[in-house]
């Protein structure tokens, strides 16, 4: 059981937008750190596609997007495209009374109609 | 361009000892804290340890807490990941991964080698 909690399933026709949310707690996001989003294609390593909540790095296309509010987060993916279709997963720290750590969610896997 | 090249993976027997390495090269490896993760066979993600820069700092998830110890050598630009004891949960990919300092998340992220661990 991951420490954030994700969708394990979304889905969306091309051209369409779809999120997907995040739900931590008041020791992970809720404590104030940040959550980062990483996009993994079939086969490959994770890829960083939204870091600090709702920065892109560069490179990443601008239909994708961050937010943060509270214990959540979400991404969101607007103009749907064929290469979207992948696993997505969240990051963020999470404190423990050995210090703070890095926590996943499940990962989300995205399919495009 | 920046590279994480993992290696050291491979069949071992349950209660075995494994060393992985990560070579690194396009950036200054001293400068960043480091950082192994890993995905069991169709599972997500699992943070597993992150060691900081000069090796100050070093944590571990509790799953591989007194059996896994990180290490690195700034000046080969390698980043290591002593497994003993392993266990049949521990079969997964492991990728060693670069923080970037300011958001602290992973920027960049080696291919990945894979632990199988089976009698």
């Known amino acids: 059981q991951s420490v954030l909690t994700q969708p394990p399933s979304v889905s969306g026709a091309p051209g369409q937008r779809v999120t997907i949310s995040c739900t931590g707690s008041?020791?992970?996001?809720?404590?104030?750190?940040?959550v980062h989003w990483y996009q993994q294609l079939p086969g490959t390593a994770p890829k960083l596609l939204i870091y600090?909540?709702?920065n892109r790095p560069s490179g990443v296309p601008d239909r994708f997007s961050g937010s943060k509010s509270g214990t959540s987060a979400s991404l969101a993916i607007t103009g749907l495209q064929a290469e979207d279709e992948a696993d997505y997963y969240c990051q963020s720290y999470d404190s423990s009374l050995s210090g703070p750590h890095v926590v996943f969610g499940g990962g989300t896997k995205l399919t495009v109609l | 361009e920046v590279q994480l090249v993992e290696s050291g993976g491979g069949l071992v027997k349950p209660g075995g000892s494994l060393r992985l390495s990560c070579a690194a090269s396009?950036?200054?490896?001293?400068?960043?804290?480091m950082n192994w993760v890993r995905q069991a066979p169709g599972k997500g993600l699992e943070w597993v340890s992150s060691?900081?820069?000069?090796?100050?700092?070093?944590y571990y998830a509790d799953s591989v807490k007194g059996r896994f110890t990180i290490s690195r050598d700034n000046a080969k630009n390698s980043l290591y990941l002593q497994m003993n004891s392993l266990r049949a949960e521990d079969t997964a990919v492991y990728y060693c991964?670069?923080?970037?300092?300011?958001?602290?998340?992973?920027?960049?992220w080696g291919q990945g080698t894979l632990v199988t661990v089976s009698s």
């Open positions: 600090g909540n709702s």
């Open positions: 991964a670069r923080v970037y300092i300011a958001a602290r998340c992973f920027d960049y």
């Open positions: 060691i900081s820069s000069s090796s100050s700092y070093i």
């Open positions: 008041s020791s992970n996001i809720g404590a104030g750190y940040d």
């Open positions: 396009g950036f200054t490896f001293s400068s960043y804290s």
